[in-house]
Nanobody, 119 residues
Framework: QVQLVESGGGLVQPGGLLRLTCPASGSIFSTYARGWYRQAPGKQRELVARITSDGTNDNDSVKSRFTISRYNAKNTVFLQMISLKPEDTSVYYC??????????????WGQGTQVTVSS
């Protein structure tokens, strides 16, 4: 089994910043992609940012404000968020595309962390 555990969410004022962290642990053979998605009430889950060995891709609404990075030695992905806006308020989910020790490749999700941007 593979586990993803997000941390770093919370309440922040507009214009503020937060940093989300998500280590992956468990029966991991290889990691092909890591990323962050978000889901606001009444809306579909959407991609925030994704990172692979080929580079990154971001949602247009977060370009120049959010930065995804990874620390491969700890299989950890980060999301640095600056200039936060009320419309960024969502539950943020960590994501990984992982091949486990049984050679099965699957999508994995964290439990989600709430980010609320409000004055």
């Amino acid at each position: 089994q593979v586990q993803l555990v997000e941390s770093g969410g919370g309440l922040v004022q507009p214009g503020g910043l937060l940093r989300l962290t998500c280590p992956a642990s468990g029966s991991i053979f290889s990691t092909y992609a890591r990323g962050w998605y978000r889901q606001a009430p009444g809306k579909q889950r959407e991609l925030v940012a994704r990172i692979t060995s080929d580079g990154t891709n971001d949602n247009d609404s977060v370009k120049s404000r959010f930065t995804i990075s990874r620390y491969n030695a700890k299989n950890t992905v980060f999301l640095q968020m600056i200039s936060l806006k009320p419309e960024d308020t969502s539950v943020y989910y960590c994501y990984a595309l992982i091949r486990d020790m049984s050679t099965t490749t699957s999508n994995y999700w964290g439990q989600g962390t709430q980010v609320t941007v409000s004055s």
